[in-house]
């Protein structure tokens, strides 16, 4: 959707009241505003920007189908993309579980540019996007050490910058809650990741 | 060591996904917000230099609505040998997917957005244009090539808008320029998608597009899509700073065994094709992991 200045823009409680009625170009925007932030997020959660790719896919197909049945609830935040992350999160665990499906189609495609194919043109793009999977693999390596409610908390405001009532909101706990497990993340991982500061946040 | 967090990327193939996610027949409904599980891939990214399209098994081709034809011909219906200079005939219809010129600024920022990705920055920016949009009732797509270094990068897609949540979404597809098809001709980008039903029941969408550096002689770049040696419209757009890019898709029932066939020509401003046509040989072929869907294998590269 190209926006021309002067033009109104709907927000996302807008979009959300109309994805109620099964809208398809409340859904498109809603894509096309929080997409980037759930394939990004995918990523973070599944080292891996193909499986995010799928994730994407699923996260918004689960949404489109949920519009269809009529079973949208009313957004409560101003925002819909911390609802999203955490739908991005459950299909994040579908997607691995579904990984030797998406090994073969990879070695399929691996096979097919090793033979010439389009990989020279990518070869930059492709190489740096190796490089961020092992990167972020060795990251989920250590944030592993913590419990999963605290992965879940640095994940949403830490890495999506959701504000502390938004995941608390989408948590479905208290605002307390979530700064202790982000307090708490943070003293056993220091010195190993950088998770900013829980002071100051929103 | 404290570990640094990899920089954000934009999502590629933006539009195919929406494309898939819109086109999603809820067979599936009622599995709950997890509703979709694995098995949506049934678009096929970028498979290898030959990589296809269209078809027309039921008699079914359509264009997308927001096409403009350049002449009133009809289809072509002669078909040409992979290897054998042909000048093509003027009454052969050809459907421009040219959307006029970008301007300095628009081409400059979104050339620059493009490359960030990869540290680069813009020291020239080529093939400043708009095309029709990858969905029909979308709007236009920006084609845009941007040298920097000794490299030069394709972008096609969309510049970043700043939502009312203050983020920025961008929805374009990047690629490096390379002399290493095996055409012989420059280009970026050689690739199709195939967007159907998990299943691989119904209509399916193909579309192919490739970014190609053409020869100085050559004004129009072409491209056209063959099932079972049925042809489909060339799709045409002008060759701007020496570089083309040209999109072609069809909507067609497909089945295992079809054969596709994707052609693409250089013209002249007189209309004569320029060098050879350039063939890649395509088969439907059932997808991987036997959910029952379709996919597309290059013929010289089967699997």
């Not at chain 2, 013209?267 to 869907?293: H, I, R, T």
Request: aromatic share 4%; net charge neutral; glycine share 10%.
């Amino acid at each position: 959707m190209e926006v021309s200045p002067g033009q109104m823009v709907d927000d996302d409680r807008t979009l959300w009241a109309r994805l109620q009625d099964a809208d398809e170009q409340a859904l498109t925007d809603l894509f096309h505003r929080h997409s980037d932030a759930v394939y990004n997020f995918a990523f973070r959660r599944t080292s891996s920007w193909s499986s995010a790719e799928d994730v994407v896919q699923a996260t918004f197909t689960a949404l489109w189908r949920r519009a269809r049945d009529g079973r949208i609830d009313q957004l409560t935040l101003d925002s819909a993309r911390p609802l999203l992350l955490v739908m991005a999160g459950h299909e994040c665990g579908n997607v691995l579980r579904s990984s030797r499906r998406q090994a073969a189609l990879a070695d399929k495609l691996e096979l097919t540019d090793d033979r010439g194919g389009t990989a020279p043109d990518h070869s930059t793009v492709a190489a740096a996007k190796v490089d961020d999977e092992r990167a972020m693999s060795d990251i989920r390596r250590v944030l592993d050490r913590i419990p999963a409610k605290q992965r879940e908390a640095v994940e949403l405001v830490v890495w999506a910058d959701c504000t502390i009532a938004e995941a608390a909101r989408v948590l479905g706990v208290p605002e307390g809650t979530v700064k202790s497990r982000l307090s708490r993340a943070r003293t056993r991982l220091a010195g190993l990741l950088d998770l900013g500061s829980t002071e100051g946040l929103r | 060591m404290i570990k640094q967090l990899p920089a954000e990327r934009p999502l590629p193939q933006k539009q195919e996904i929406l494309e898939r996610v819109l086109s999603d027949d809820g067979e599936r409904a009622g599995t709950g917000a997890g509703g979709g599980r694995g098995g949506h891939r049934t678009w096929l990214v970028p498979v290898a230099a030959a990589a296809s399209i269209a078809v027309i098994a039921g008699g079914l081709l359509t264009i997308p609505a927001l096409v403009s034809s350049d002449d009133n011909g009809t289809n072509p219906a002669d078909q040409t040998s992979p290897t054998t200079p042909t000048t093509p005939r003027t009454s052969e219809s050809a459907v421009s997917i040219d959307r006029g010129k970008l301007t300095d600024a628009e081409a400059t920022a979104f050339g620059t957005e493009c490359v960030k990705s990869v540290g680069a920055t813009v020291d020239q920016i080529l093939h400043a244009t708009k095309i029709v949009g990858r969905t029909a009732g979308s709007s236009t797509d920006w084609t845009v090539a941007v040298k920097s270094g000794g490299s030069t990068y394709a972008c096609v897609g969309r510049i970043s808008q700043k939502g009312s949540d203050g983020r920025l979404t961008g929805a374009y597809d990047f690629g490096t320029f390379s002399t290493k098809h095996p055409d012989g001709l420059g280009g970026s980008g050689d690739g199709s998608g195939l967007i159907s039903k998990i299943d691989g029941t119904g209509t399916a969408k193909l579309t192919t597009y490739r970014w190609i550096v053409a020869p100085a002689t050559a004004t129009k770049v072409q491209r056209r899509i063959l099932v079972n040696g049925k042809p489909g419209a060339w799709f045409s757009s002008d060759v701007v700073d020496g570089l083309g890019y040209v999109r072609a898709s069809v909507e067609a029932r497909l089945v295992s065994g079809n054969k596709v066939r994707i052609e693409t020509r250089l013209l002249d401003d007189a209309g004569n094709q320029v060098g050879n046509l350039l063939v890649q040989g395509m088969s439907v072929v059932p997808q991987v992991g036997g959910s029952g869907g379709i996919t597309l294998q290059s013929d010289d590269f089967p699997r």
